[in-house]
């Protein structure tokens, strides 16, 4: 019987509520400017072209409600996001029958280490190293659809201190999630225990050590992070 060669590392999950029971992540897609106004705000055109997306690391994911500042960083931004987690997948998915593989939804801060993105821009390099670092993922739990449905709209909002940041709503997304789950599946085969980061409003900015962040998303959750 085959063994691995080191111990297995842990298998990235995310809580849901009601229960003591976790979700597997298997992978994690963000789609870029998704909202108008922080697209005008990154210097983009807020003209509906296709989307495009990039990845983080399952396990940048974290749900201890603290963010470590990272490293080689002096600009680091809070992006609040709601996250849609999957039960099932495939290839060409219909944005019709989309919403079908949708476990449930949960609110989540795409932190991003905004120098080293806009050099990696500057360069036309990929984004990982200002994207997917460790905890750049702080997130609430899951709730499941089968609870509050698939919310469309609802008041998306985060404040750093106590003085707002960020303001929108989900019906204000270029890209809706079905539309999102239909091009994401005819480039990848996705899969149970993928995820994806459906692009945060405008109003984006730095923080600092010491800072909290409070979001919520209305019909989903809030989430409170202290950056550390």
């Not at 201890?64 to 060409?92: C, I, Q, R, W």
């Not at 200002?130 to 899951?142: H, T, V």
């Not at 204000?172 to 085969?189: D, R």
Request: some cysteine; overall charge negative; charged content about 20%.
């Amino acid at each position: 019987m085959s063994q691995f060669v080191i111990p297995q590392p842990p298998v990235p999950s995310l809580p849901v509520t009601g229960g003591s029971d976790l979700f597997p992540v298997r992978r994690v897609y963000c789609i870029g400017r998704n909202y108008a106004a922080h697209t005008i705000e990154m210097g983009g055109d807020p003209d509906r072209e296709p989307p495009f997306f990039f990845q983080k690391n399952p396990d940048n994911l974290d749900t201890s409600g603290a963010f470590p500042y990272p490293v080689k960083s002096n600009d680091v931004h809070h992006e609040l996001e709601m996250l849609v987690a999957l039960k099932s997948g495939g290839t060409d998915i219909s944005a019709a029958s989309a919403l079908d593989h949708v476990f449930g939804y949960a609110v989540c801060l795409d932190m991003t280490r905004r120098d080293l993105q806009g050099e990696a821009k500057q360069l036309r390099r990929p984004w990982e190293i200002g994207k997917s670092f460790e905890r750049s993922a702080p997130c609430g739990p899951l709730i499941p659809a089968s609870t509050i449905g698939h919310p469309a709209k609802g008041a998306v909002r985060l404040s750093v201190n106590g003085a707002v940041r960020q303001t929108g709503d989900l019906n204000q997304m270029i890209w809706k999630v079905p539309e999102m789950i239909a091009y994401l599946s005819g480039y990848f085969e996705l899969a149970a225990g993928d995820v994806i980061l459906s692009g945060t409003p405008s109003g984006v900015a730095a923080v600092a050590p010491g800072d909290v962040m409070e979001g919520s998303i209305e019909g989903v959750g809030a989430l409170s992070v202290k950056v550390v």
